[in-house]
């Protein structure tokens, strides 16, 4: 039995492009140590914004942020994506951070038999979170709605579908994400 409510929250995916090409190219125990090394710094940035991690799986991360911290959550998401990229050229890694947040309510709580239990998010609003299209940084219809004046000059509309992406991604080739 799971204990959950329902909440709205800021979803946020990110995921690396050429992941399995890095992966291929070195030993585990490297891709271990530069995952755990991400992992805590990603950890650190999205608290630090009042969010939090919910799930790493491999080179993704799923972070949710609560409807009173969007605007501080997209502003780390921008920061992260840029510093997460430096860190990755710094470890020679050629990839880039692909980063998508949706704005909605989720079923949040603590799911799993006994021992195992452990927070997630689930429903809808994470599924449509995960499939907004990128080639930096994406925010859904929803997502971009809840943001304040000056963030929402940061991004701009991309349609189909409607999605707000970081105006300096704007123009940036698929195959270069």
Same mark, same amino acid.
């Given at each position: 039995?799971? $204990? !959950?409510? *329902? ?13 399995? *090409?890095?992966? +291929?190219?070195? =030993? +585990? #125990? =490297? ?8 992992? #805590? @710094? ?13 799930? !790493? ?5 799923? #972070?949710? @942020? ?15 994506? $840029? ?6 050229? =710094?470890?020679?890694? +050629? ?15 603590? !799911?799993? #038999?006994? *021992? $195992?239990?452990?927070? +997630? ?13 990128? %080639? ?5 219809? *929803? ?17 189909? %579908? ?6 300096? $991604? ?8």
């Amino acid at each position: 039995m799971s $204990d !959950f409510t *329902e909440v709205p929250l800021l979803v946020v995916f990110t995921n690396f492009t050429r992941y399995t *090409e890095q992966i +291929d190219r070195l =030993e +585990d #125990a =490297e891709v271990a140590r530069v995952l755990a090394a991400w992992y #805590a @710094f990603a950890g650190r940035a999205m608290r630090a914004a009042g969010g939090r991690v919910v799930k !790493f799986i491999g080179d993704a991360m799923l #972070a949710v @942020f609560p409807a009173g911290h969007v605007d501080a959550g997209v502003l780390a998401l921008l920061d992260f994506k $840029d510093a997460t990229d430096r860190f990755m050229a =710094e470890q020679g890694w +050629d990839c880039r951070l692909v980063a998508k947040a949706h704005f909605g309510a989720v079923a949040a709580g603590d !799911f799993g #038999a006994d *021992e $195992d239990r452990r927070y +997630d998010v689930l429903g809808k609003t994470v599924n449509i979170t995960v499939r907004l299209q990128s %080639p930096g940084v994406a925010l859904s219809a *929803e997502a971009f709605r809840q943001l304040g004046g000056d963030m929402r000059q940061r991004f701009k509309k991309h349609t189909p %579908p409607i999605t707000y992406i970081r105006a300096q $991604d704007a123009h940036r080739p698929r195959w270069a994400k």
